[in-house]
């Protein structure tokens, strides 16, 4: 049973355009929320996160949006850039944060030049 | 470098023998995390210390598999007995209690034969 949900298996866009990354989750419990990153053979590296009392944050390129009525929540780069090319995941705590993460399956983010 | 260290970073092996992994977290992050990735699924979580104590362990944690982190620092994941679907990317993390966000290590990949 999935509680976050990455439905987009893949994703290519125009470097400079914005890529918008999905995430949904079943665990109302769910308080805490993060974007991570993976290059091939590297570990996850965070990105941004987002506690559900707030429904924006931003980063620099990075914004995350949080939809609490409608379990959603999305990744915003803008501009997009080739370095952006990578797989990113979405991951879910309760309690603060302070459960383990639950992660999606991930989106692959191609951007082309 | 202060970030997570994962050794051995490749392991090849065959069915039916032992493995270990190591994990140094960072220094003073008291949270030490370990997760499992196959190909096309995001990190599942399998357990979790804080300080010197296990705190919680997932159903995906079988018996051939036990973790420990004796004085609270490095932890090992160790595998007994391994078989074919235990061939995955070992990932290890760890964050302090007050920050939600997990550094992880660049992992360990197991491939049994």
């Given at each position: 049973d999935q509680q976050v949900k990455q439905n987009s298996p893949s994703l290519s866009v125009q470097e400079g355009r914005i890529s918008i990354l999905n995430c949904d989750y079943?665990?109302?419990?769910?308080d805490y929320f993060l974007w991570y990153k993976k290059y091939p053979a590297e570990g996850p590296t965070f990105l941004i996160s987002i506690s559900s009392i707030k429904d924006k944050n931003e980063d620099g390129r990075f914004t995350v949006f949080l939809n609490k009525s409608a379990k959603h929540l999305s990744l915003h780069i803008v501009p997009s850039q080739p370095g952006d090319s990578a797989v990113y995941f979405c991951a879910a705590s309760a309690n603060s944060g302070n459960t383990p993460l639950v992660f999606g399956k991930g989106t692959r983010l191609s951007v082309i030049a | 470098d202060t970030g997570v260290s994962q050794n051995p970073r490749h392991k090849i092996t065959k069915r039916g023998q032992n493995v270990t992994f190591r994990c140094d977290p960072i220094s003073e992050h008291n949270r030490l995390y370990w997760y499992r990735q196959t190909l096309g699924q995001g990190p599942e979580f399998l357990t979790y210390f804080q300080n010197e104590a296990q705190l919680e362990k997932s159903?995906?944690?079988?018996?051939?598999f036990s973790a420990e982190r004796p004085k609270g620092s490095f932890s090992t994941l160790e595998i007994q007995r391994t078989e074919q679907g235990d061939s995955a990317m070992y990932l290890c993390a760890s964050r302090s209690i007050v920050l939600g966000e997990l550094f992880f290590g660049e992992g360990s990949r197991l491939t049994v034969l």
């Open positions: 079943t665990n109302s419990m769910f | 159903r995906l944690l079988s018996d051939r």
